[in-house]
């Protein structure tokens, strides 16, 4: 059996990578990709506190279903977000997106 310490091991490494895309990155569609890997990385670690400290409960599993259907919202409407204001700016770039100025 995987130790509880290699998950939450795992964890860290996946919300640190996409902590870096989020503040690394000037694409907006990459900085939204960064933002995913965090969201997975809370469900990774959801998942494993759930199996080895209540596997006979459902709560970890709900959590994390949850955790799905945002990060599926937040992508569909980040998503249409961009295309949006790729077609009114011509660009994704993170720093030149202000819908203030015309």
Not at 37 to 55: D, E, I, S, T
Request: aromatic share 12%; no cysteine.
């Amino acid at each position: 059996m995987i130790p509880l310490s290699w998950y939450l091991i795992f964890a860290a490494a996946l919300f640190s990578i996409g902590l870096f895309g989020v503040l690394a990155r000037k694409n907006a569609v990459a900085i939204l990709l960064g933002v995913e890997l965090m969201l997975n990385a809370v469900n990774v670690n959801l998942v494993a506190f759930w199996r080895y400290r209540a596997p006979n409960m459902i709560a970890g599993q709900a959590f994390a279903i949850m955790i799905f259907a945002v990060a599926a919202a937040e992508v569909a409407v980040g998503l249409s977000l961009f295309i949006s204001i790729y077609r009114r700016r011509k660009t994704v770039v993170a720093n030149e997106i202000d819908l203030m100025k015309w």
